[in-house]
Structure formats: structure tokens, C-alpha cells
């Protein structure tokens, strides 16, 4: 997706998660599990909630404030993190979040990204050769 929207000349901005759940790095970083270091609330009180550390404090703080900025700016560079660069369609670069802070990478996941555009063009070339 990250492809087909820098190719159609949109600003974009891929990430990767990495912080597993305090206490349980058995179950990795599941979907979504960014939602409350994007928000700030890891101090919110809730069943089971996790036993969080310094760096998903930190974690948190630069998420939101790279979120605060793109909704401010359409960017998420700002004072205070590091850069983010552009997705664009011939570097592929990403950051990630990871307990040592933010990390800079590309070719995030490229494989997967390369089985699942062919298979979307596969889709597409059945589909249109469907007769209605």
C-alpha cells in the first residue's frame, strides 16, 4: 500500500512497531498494540495492564509527538525526534520503534510486499477476465 500511494505522489510514512508487551515478550508486538504509546495512555488503569519501562515511555513520547505533527504539518519531523523519512517507492525507508528508541530502515517486510502485489495483480487479471 506504502508503494501504490508514494508511486500516485503522496507523502508517505511507514513504521514498524517492535516494543512487545511488558511482561510478555512470548507474544511479540501484536496488532495494534502501538494504539496506547500513540494516545499516552500507558498510565491508564485497566485489567492485566502491562508493567511499562523506560523506553516504552520514551516510545510513547515520540510517537506522539510525530502523530501530533503530521496532523499539525502533514509531516511528522518536528523538534524533539529524529527524523522520519519519506516513503518513496525506490528507497522503501521506514523507522521503527524499538526498545533501544528509533531506528531508521528500509525494504520493511519486502518479500511479503512482493508476494502480495502479485498476487493482487493475479486477482485483477481474473477478475477482468471474468464474462458478466
Known amino acids: 500500500m506504502a508503494e501504490w500511494n508514494s508511486r500516485a505522489g503522496n507523502a508517505t510514512y511507514q513504521y ?13 508486538a501484536p496488532h495494534a498494540s502501538e494504539i496506547p504509546y500513540v494516545f499516552g495512555t500507558l498510565d491508564e488503569q485497566r485489567p492485566m495492564r502491562p508493567d511499562y519501562q523506560p523506553p516504552d515511555y520514551a516510545a510513547s513520547k515520540a510517537m506522539q509527538e510525530y502523530w501530533t505533527n503530521f496532523a499539525k504539518t502533514a509531516s511528522p519531523d ?14 522503501k525507508k521506514y ?3 524499538t526498545k533501544k528508541g528509533v531506528e531508521t530502515g528500509a525494504d ?10 502479485r ?13 458478466h
Open 16 to 28: 514498524q512497531f517492535s516494543l512487545t508487551v511488558p511482561g510478555h515478550p512470548e507474544v511479540g
Open 78 to 91: 518536528g523538534r524533539g525526534v529524529p527524523g522520519w523519512p519519506e516513503y518513496k517507492a525506490d528507497t
Open 95 to 97: 523507522i521503527e520503534f
Open 108 to 117: 520493511l517486510r519486502q518479500k511479503q510486499c512482493e508476494a502480495f502485489a
Open 119 to 131: 498476487w493482487v495483480k493475479i486477482k485483477g487479471e481474473k477478475s477482468a477476465s471474468v464474462v
